[in-house]
């Protein structure tokens, strides 16, 4: 089964944008495999304007999130794994959601158990 985190955050942002607003994310820095513009990084995590207009190329995928940006003029590539998603909501209203990190620890389904093996009496 998929994940279903990645489905909530794009159904979360696009519920922001269709009522005009500016979705944010806020990401946990210090998860593996981001990139990040560690000058505004704040205590382990960061928040992404992530409005239409502010990105190119926005991707929320199930893995990771990126798009490009500019940040202080400067042109770059983000790249947030999904993981390191800590809330989506908008800037106006904070309306959205957060994510408990006990909730999606890696989005794996819990362990299926086989099934007992089945016991036969004879009966007479």
Do not use: C
């Not at 408990?100 to 794996?108: A, G």
């Amino acid at each position: 089964m998929t994940p279903l985190k990645p489905y909530l955050i794009r159904s979360i942002y696009e519920w922001i944008v269709d009522n005009n607003l500016t979705p944010h994310l806020l990401v946990d820095a210090e998860v593996g495999g981001s990139s990040l513009p560690s000058e505004y990084i704040e205590d382990g995590k960061i928040v992404l304007n992530i409005r239409p207009q502010a990105i190119q190329g926005l991707a929320l995928g199930n893995e990771k999130v990126e798009f490009n940006a500019r940040f202080s003029g400067k042109p770059m590539h983000i790249v947030a794994p999904i993981t390191s998603i800590l809330a989506i909501y908008a800037k106006e209203n904070g309306k959205g959601m957060v994510f408990d990190q006990d909730s999606f620890p890696d989005d794996e389904p819990p362990e299926q158990k086989p099934p007992a093996k089945p016991n036969l009496r004879i009966i007479k």
